[in-house]
């Protein structure tokens, strides 16, 4: 029995028809609409999916990520491979919780209702995915006393602007969930979407040691240059990805549709934020600094909040996954730099687009440096995070001498990564990387300069290499190093599929990937 809700502004049978309308697959053909599963499978998709087959009820699975990563066609996605399975179509149910007729009723009527939808009992349904389920109150307690039921049942729930820090009390999550982090699309899966994904490289390049590096052809290389480009403008947002808007429509909707909606709705909805003005001047302030050292008392002189109050919206806007932080360098993990930290927008083009930057930043070398090492440090995240590696930044405040990004791996191995983005490298570009060397030498392992085309190998005064790689060709390779195997081999079939993938293995050449018969240096 259903407790009568105490609203009038919608009927009980206008709510249930909603409720079947988001689960199509209850009616005759037991089947999800096309229109609702996309052929394309990102990492989070099989990171879930190994919980939805063989995890345990007692936890439940929570997809995290920024608005418009491809959460909801994830959990399409589920949906579409359990009923392949020939699981019963009546036993799945999915509920987008940012439905305002959803808003009223609590998480167990919400259930209840759907269950009176088909005639059955809440008990029958043994797969539910939640979508979006920050807009529910008291969510997190409603979700641990689902779990902790004894019942054969299976949650699989999203989550934009870090619902896990909504959760009503510190330890109401702890064991419950499963955390599933869902990124803005990596380089590579970016030109899969487009259709200009050459394919994975013949050999897999390794961070800690690079003799997988491929050398591409110098034709391989220009294609993947103004790809990259084309990345930088649009972002690793699926819809954006097939070109169908022109790059100014699609900053708008990036705009917009992620970052406003974030920022005025989120934002207030969420966490109670009151001054939404100075929140927003935060942010963009930040976003044009992105890549380097912010003060944080700076940002409070000049928009006359408190620090508190700047360390708390910091702090929100890398919950709602706007912002990354890189904190400086040091050996020693208790004398890790906590001021003057580093931020990065988490994804370049959303960087561009909430600042009005079009195509006309592609010719100016003073912004391309920051938007590029932006680009650089959130591809070189998602891979220390799968290694469970730590990534800074590394400053000598008496030399004023700097590493962008330096990785420390799981076996203390450090990656210094240099990022300079212009048309001829100097010797004293490599002040950074040699001073770092010098320093903590025994311990690096190899280091890098990413460029805007120039291709080498450097010896660092005998202590270590440094490779010079263009931008796009280390960003891609790195996209490739992190990928999931899974999403190796969907990548493989879909390529297939699609007709974009060669016998030659290249979208311009008849050639196959290697090395070239001349490089120009």
């Known amino acids: 029995m259903v407790k009568k809700s105490t609203q009038t502004w919608f009927s009980e049978e206008e709510l249930r028809a909603e409720i079947t309308g988001q689960n199509p697959w209850w009616g005759k053909e037991g089947a999800i609409p096309d229109t609702l599963v ?34 909801t066609r994830i959990l399409y996605q589920l949906v579409k491979h359990l009923l392949d399975k020939s699981i019963d179509p009546r036993s799945i149910l999915f509920l987008s919780l940012d439905n305002p007729l959803f808003q009223f009723p609590s998480l167990r009527q919400l259930l209840e209702h759907a269950a009176t939808c088909i005639g059955k009992s809440t008990s029958d349904f043994r797969y539910i995915f939640f979508d979006e389920i920050q807009y ?20 699989i729930v999203t989550g934009s602007a870090a619902a896990t820090l909504q959760a009503q009390g510190p330890d109401e999550g702890v064991g419950r969930w499963i955390d599933v982090h869902v990124p803005t699309m990596s380089f590579s899966e970016y030109l899969v979407l487009c259709g200009r ?7 897999l390049f390794s961070l800690e040691n690079p003799t997988g590096l491929e050398i591409l052809r110098l034709e391989q290389l220009g294609v993947l240059k103004s790809e990259f480009e084309g990345y930088l403008l649009r972002g690793g947002f699926p819809e954006l990805a097939d070109h169908k808007l022109d790059v100014d429509s699609a900053q708008r909707l990036l705009s917009d549709d992620i970052a406003e909606k974030v920022l005025n709705r989120d934002m207030a909805a969420l966490y109670g934020v009151r001054q939404l003005l100075s929140l927003k001047q935060i942010f963009l302030a930040v976003a044009f600094r992105s890549s380097s050292i912010i003060d944080r008392k700076k940002l409070s002189d000049d928009f006359q909040v408190s620090p508190v109050t700047v360390n708390q919206y910091l702090s929100y806007l890398q919950k709602a996954f706007l912002l990354c932080e890189a904190r400086r360098f040091s050996p020693s ?6 001021s003057h930290p580093k931020f990065y927008v988490t994804d370049a083009a959303l960087r561009n687009a909430v600042l009005r930057r079009g195509e006309a930043i592609l010719e100016n070398p003073i912004e391309m440096g920051p938007v590029v090492e932006t680009a650089v440090f959130n591809h070189l995240y998602q891979w220390a995070r799968q290694r469970l590696a730590t990534v800074y930044y590394w400053r000598n405040p008496a030399t004023n001498h700097e590493v962008d990004i330096v990785i420390k791996t799981q076996e203390a191995k450090l990656i210094p990564v240099e990022v300079k983005y212009q048309n001829q490298i100097r010797a004293d570009d490599f002040a950074g990387i040699d001073e770092f060397c010098d320093k903590y030498g025994p ?21 270590c290499k440094c490779h010079l790689i263009p ?7 790195i996209a490739w190093s992190f990928a999931d195997p899974n999403v190796m081999v969907h990548i493989r079939e879909y390529l297939e599929k699609q007709r974009i993938w060669t016998t030659a293995n290249s979208p311009t050449s008849d050639k196959p990937l290697g090395p070239p018969e001349e490089v120009e240096q």
């Open 197 to 203: 994904e050459p394919g994975p490289p013949q050999s």
């Open 136 to 155: 529910k109150k008291d969510w997190a307690k409603w979700l641990k006393t689902f779990v902790q039921e004894p019942l054969k049942r299976r949650f």
């Open 471 to 477: 931008a796009s060709q280390f960003v891609w390779q």
């Open 38 to 71: 996309k052929p394309f499978h990102r990492s989070g998709y099989f990171e879930a999916l190994r919980f939805v087959d063989n995890g345990t009820n007692e936890r439940a699975v929570m997809i995290l990520g920024a608005r418009r990563v491809g959460k």
């Open 443 to 463: 311990s690096v392992h190899s280091a890098y300069m990413v460029t805007k085309d120039a291709l080498d190998i450097r010896d660092i005064k005998g202590k």
């Open 333 to 338: 993990e208790n004398r890790v730099v906590k």
